[in-house]
Structures are given as C-alpha cells and as structure tokens.
C-alpha cells in the first residue's frame, strides 16, 4: 500500500483551513499555511504531494505562489477560485484543477483523487520506462540520466566474465537465469540509498557510488566478486554453475576510465577489480 499522501491546504482565513482539514483529513495528512510565505517554508521543510491554493490572499496572491512555484516545480496545485476570471488564470499559471468556493466536500474529495492518480500513473509510467524487463534492476535509459547527477563519487562497470560460452554451454536461457541471479547477488549487497545498480546493457552491468571514499568502494567490490564467485547459478532446475566477474572503477562519473580499467581486468586474467 501507498503511503499515505501529504496535502498542504493554503489559505488566508483560519475558517477555511479547518473546512479543508475536515473535509480531506480521514483519507490524507493535511498541513496548513495561512501565507503563501508559509506556504514555501512547508514545502521546504515536508514532503508534500499536492497543494490546494486559495487565489484571493494578502501579500502573495495565489497566483504569485503558483508562478512561483512552477519555476522549480510540478507539485500538483488545485486553485480555490471566486470568480470565473481567475480560472482562466489560474489554469494559465499551471494549477492542475481549480474549484470555487463555497466548495462540496465530496467535489474536493474527487478532484483530489484524480490529481493523486495522476502523479501516480506517471510515476508508474516513469518506472516501467527506466527498468530492465528481464533483470527488474534499472535500465541503460535510468543510467544516462544518473550519470549526470552530482554526488556520484565512484563509478563501476561489470562484465560477466565468459558469457558467450556461458550461454552457449547453457543456452539462452540459461544466460538469462544467470543475469537474473547476477543482478539478485549484486542487489543483496547494495545500500539501496548511496549505490544504485544498472544493467548497461547485455551482460555489462553498473553500479553508480554516492558519497563514497575509495576504501569503501574497494571493500564493497571486493567482497562482492568473492559473492559472484561462490554463490552457484542455477541454470536451470537443479543444474548449478558458478560465474565471475570483471570491474573496472574511476572516480566521479567518468564511465571511459571505468570501461578502459574494465578492459584491463578482461585482459589481465578476468575475475577482479580494477581502480588505477
Ligand atoms: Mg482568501
């Protein structure tokens, strides 16, 4: 299950913020700005899922927050609106929906959902289209875009060592059991939060270090190749096998060096990490 969704609710009158509250408060977190000023401080400091924004506030209008909001963000916004006029606006600006008031608690309740539903479809969507299909792990797509990301300290690129003959010794299916089983030994070891692991493509795989010292990627490496080296493959039911492989690492996001040391791994006898 979900968990459950966090809605910022802004307005200038105390009356309406308790309306809102009452009326989403069974389904959803609520948390209240009477500012837009608060408003941008809340967002700072909470993960927030979608805003609804009352348009008439002293100081910053609702439209001023959502033009705002919109130059670094695409948070859901529902514009609480009084007259036909700012529809129109508000829309323009960028909210996703608008509803005026005096609202229907079932109305908001239903516009909520939808906009929700939304953002989760095309996270969804955003998913499936960055996963490897056979390995579940994340895809040469998710890869590109991770590279450029600025707290990759290390990267590492992995190459199942014999492949081909792995696969003609075992089939292709074989091949895609062990990429499978590969991808499982690997993930086992990963703090999901600083490294993350990608298939590159075939049997070349890589795994993107945030905020690590060379120690401690040497270390993971290391103990993960006697993993690969010890846990058997089954190729198929009852049918094990054991695998290596080669990694070459560089520092920062500089994939040429990691794939250039990968090489040299290969070359000097497969089954080890290179990082010099
Ligand atoms: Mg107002």
Do not use: C
Request: net charge negative; proline share 2%; hydrophobic share 40%.
């Amino acid at each position: 299950m979900s968990p459950i969704k966090t809605i910022l609710v802004v307005d200038d009158d105390a009356i309406f913020l308790d309306l809102y509250e009452d009326a989403l408060k069974d389904s959803y977190q609520v948390i209240r700005a009477l500012s837009g000023f608060e408003a941008f401080k809340l967002l700072r400091e909470n993960r927030v899922d979608l805003m609804i924004l009352d348009s008439t506030m002293p100081g910053l209008t609702g439209l001023e927050v959502l033009e705002h909001l919109r130059e670094t963000s695409d948070l859901p916004v529902i514009m609480v609106t009084a007259d036909k006029d700012k529809e129109v606006q508000a829309i323009e600006t960028g909210a996703n929906d608008f509803i005026s008031k005096p609202w229907d608690s079932r109305v908001l309740n239903l516009r909520v959902k939808k906009e929700l539903g939304i953002v989760d479809a095309r996270e969804e969507m955003i998913r499936l289209i960055y996963t490897d299909n056979l390995t579940n792990t994340w895809n040469r797509g998710k890869f590109d875009l991770d590279l450029e990301l600025d707290h990759v300290s290390h990267i590492a690129m992995f190459d199942i060592d014999h492949f081909k003959v792995f696969n003609d010794t075992y089939g292709h299916q074989g091949g895609d059991e062990a990429l499978k089983q590969f991808v499982e030994i690997i993930q086992s070891t990963l703090n999901e939060r600083t490294q993350t692991l990608y298939r590159y493509g075939g049997e070349e795989f890589s795994v993107l270090y945030s905020h690590h010292s060379d120690k401690e990627v040497m270390e993971h490496l290391e103990a993960l190749l006697e993993d690969i080296r010890t846990i058997p493959i089954e190729v198929s039911e009852g049918v094990f096998t054991s695998i290596t492989a080669s990694i070459g690492v560089a520092h920062g996001n500089n994939y040429q060096e990691a794939d250039k040391r990968l090489y040299i791994a290969k070359k000097s006898g497969r089954d080890q990490v290179v990082f010099q």
